[in-house]
């Protein structure tokens, strides 16, 4: 899930109602045995009118501490975490224990371009070995559309971090 966008002055009050949303929908998958998984999102570049909420590793933890649902965790997406100040690796150590899932793409550590693994600035073994290190046992989703991308990046993952792959 994507906690929203933000335009304006008020950052503090979406913030707080994209935490009632996710808790009101975090409420309803608890009760039919579903976690949620909150998104990370890119950053926008400083001209753009609107703001994704959740950017940062601190914005995903106060939504969901003001969530409150154990339905409810992060989803790291490490490509997105690699545009951050400390990339992906400092993401994922100040995120343990609360993530829930994971999506890989690779980018130029400026812009989100989704490009296929070892096409870009991100140090996918050095991700991995971080949230290995958290003790994060589920699913890595390689979040690429193309079928050659996808298999270019499982080919990097084999040649970087075979341990990760089942």
Same mark, same amino acid.
């Given at each position: 899930?994507?906690?929203?966008?933000?335009?304006?002055?008020?950052?503090?009050?979406?913030?707080?109602?994209?935490?009632?949303?996710?808790?009101?929908?975090?409420?309803?998958?608890?009760?039919?045995?579903?976690?949620?998984?909150?998104?990370?999102?890119?950053?926008?570049?400083?001209?753009?009118?609107?703001?994704?909420? #959740?950017?940062?590793?601190?914005?995903?933890?106060?939504?969901?501490?003001?969530?409150?649902?154990?339905?409810?965790?992060?989803?790291?997406?490490? #490509?997105?975490?690699?545009?951050?100040?400390?990339?992906? *690796?400092?993401?994922?150590?100040?995120?343990? #224990?609360?993530?829930?899932?994971?999506?890989?793409?690779?980018?130029?550590? *400026?812009?989100?371009?989704?490009?296929?693994?070892?096409?870009?600035?991100?140090?996918?073994?050095?991700?991995?070995?971080?949230?290995?290190?958290?003790?994060?046992?589920?699913?890595?989703?390689?979040?690429?559309?193309?079928?050659?991308?996808?298999?270019?990046?499982?080919?990097?993952?084999?040649?970087?971090?075979?341990?990760?792959?089942?």
């Amino acid at each position: 899930m994507h906690a929203g966008y933000w335009f304006g002055d008020d950052k503090d009050a979406r913030v707080e109602q994209a935490a009632r949303t996710l808790a009101t929908a975090a409420s309803y998958a608890r009760e039919r045995g579903i976690t949620l998984a909150l998104e990370n999102m890119n950053e926008l570049p400083a001209e753009a009118e609107i703001r994704y909420l #959740g950017c940062t590793a601190a914005e995903v933890l106060t939504i969901l501490g003001l969530a409150g649902s154990p339905a409810l965790t992060a989803c790291a997406d490490l #490509g997105h975490a690699n545009l951050l100040p400390g990339g992906a *690796v400092r993401f994922v150590e100040q995120l343990a #224990g609360h993530i829930g899932h994971v999506q890989l793409t690779d980018n130029d550590g *400026v812009i989100d371009h989704h490009l296929p693994l070892g096409e870009g600035s991100l140090d996918v073994a050095a991700a991995l070995n971080a949230l290995a290190a958290t003790g994060y046992e589920g699913q890595v989703a390689i979040e690429l559309d193309d079928p050659r991308a996808q298999a270019a990046s499982l080919e990097h993952l084999r040649a970087v971090a075979p341990r990760f792959l089942a």
